[in-house]
Each structure stands twice: as C-alpha cells, then as structure tokens.
T-cell receptor, first 115, second 111 residues
Framework: DGGITQSPKYLFRKEGQNVTLSCEQN?????MYWYRQDPGQGLRLIYY???????QKGDIAEGYSVSREKKESFPLTVTSAQKNPTAFYLC??????????????FGEGSWLTVV | KQEVTQIPAALSVPEGENLVLNCSFT??????LQWFRQDPGKGLTSLLL?????REQTSGRLNASLDKSSGRSTLYIAASQPGDSATYLC??????????FGAGTQVVVTP
C-alpha cells in the first residue's frame, strides 16, 4: 500500500543527545515536510523540501536538521540545541502545488520525550 | 504573516445533530484550503481540499465552503455520529506548498 512510514513511534532522548526520526514515502511525491505539534496547538512547520538535495527552513527550524538524499526519504534530526523537544512530530508529503489537487498526506507521527 | 484561527476550540453535540466548524485566515492569497481529521495520538487524514477558485466541496456527509475574499471557510458535517468524534484542523496552502494550520476544533459526539 502507498503511504508514509514514520519510525520509531515512540522515542526517548536524554539531555545532550541527538536523535533522528525516520520518514519514508512510496507515493512518488516530490515535496516532503516535517511538522511539530504540541498539545492543544496546531502544527508548526520545521523544514520542507520540494526536491531532492534541497530543503528550506520552516517557522521553527532552530535545533533541527534534515537531509534529502533520496526522493523517498526525509529524516529529521533533533539536536541537543533544541531546548524543548518533547512533542509529537509529523512527516508529510505532497505533489507540487502547481498540480491540481495537491492533497497532503501525513504519516502516523512520532512521539519524542526528553528524559 | 498568515494566521489561521478556528472557532470554537471544542464542541460537544448529541448524535444526529449537524456540526458547523469555522476557520478564518488573514491573508486571502492562498492556493487552496484543506480540512483534516486527527484522532488522538494519530496523524492527520485529509477530508476535503478546496482550490482557491472553488466555492465548496462535498464528500458524503461533509461539505466545506470557502469565501476567499472574507477569509473564511466552514465545514459542515450532517447527522453527526459518535465516530465523528475527533479534532478537525483546517490549513491554508501558499503557492510554495507550505501549509499554515489552525489549532483545531475538538469535537465530541455523544450517543
């Protein structure tokens, strides 16, 4: 089945550690996104990528890094510089907005907790 | 900067009643508007997408309207069911494909 796979579902990070969240899609979408969701709040954009080997900062990129070496993959690293990383992280993908009906598809999310 | 607001933040209705969820945005230069459903601890599922040139979209019991000039969209869910209980989010898309989300409306449909 086509879709977006995020792993792990639950992740615990110790102070000072970097952790990487995986996101893989088999929808052949060019655009991929990472969002952060805090309880009772909407989604905020961390990073997005419109094409392989290119990505742009979103609204809250500080303390995060990404790579886009393959069309299917867009991993997110939460670095030790991110002071409040406990949140629900969502990966998404879509066709370019110039294509009619660019519905965005989301993965099931990853919960990150600092211990 | 685009701001998206959803009112009310929470809503509880008895089964069978129609649901009306509101979304407003400050910048009318949008590419499209989408409504999503989110179950607790899960990702988002797209319900309806309205292109900026359209006035409404329908899918089953769901109908969404868009008034771009006034910066408003409304999602109607007819004859609500307990299975409709979830958080509903709206998001507007700019020409780069970036979405700006509202905080969502949490809906509870009681049997």
């Amino acid at each position: 089945d086509g879709g977006i796979t995020q792993s792990p579902k639950y992740l615990f990070r110790k102070e000072g550690q970097n952790v990487t969240l995986s996101c893989e899609q088999n929808l052949n979408h060019d655009a991929m996104y990472w969002y952060r969701q805090d309880p009772g709040q909407g989604l905020r954009l961390i990073y997005y990528s419109q094409i392989v080997n290119d990505f742009q900062k979103g609204d809250i990129a500080e303390g995060y890094s990404v790579s886009r070496e393959k069309k299917e993959s867009f991993p997110l690293t939460v670095t030790s510089a991110q002071k409040n990383p406990t949140a629900f992280y969502l990966c998404a993908s879509s066709r370019p907005p110039t294509v009619d009906g660019n519905t965005i598809y989301f993965g099931e999310g990853s919960w990150l907790t600092v211990v | 900067k685009q701001e998206v607001t959803q009112i009310p933040a929470a809503l509880s209705v008895p089964e069978g009643e129609n649901l009306v969820l509101n979304c407003s945005f400050t910048d009318s230069a949008i590419y499209n508007l989408q409504w999503f459903r989110q179950d607790p601890g899960k990702g988002l599922t797209s319900l309806l997408l309205i292109q900026s040139s359209q006035r409404e979209q329908t899918s089953g019991r769901l109908n969404a309207s868009l008034d771009k000039s006034s910066g408003r969209s409304t999602l109607y869910i007819a004859a609500s069911q307990p299975g409709d209980s979830a958080t509903y989010l709206c998001a507007v898309t700019d020409s780069w494909g970036k979405l700006q989300f509202g905080a969502g409306t949490q809906v509870v449909v009681t049997p």
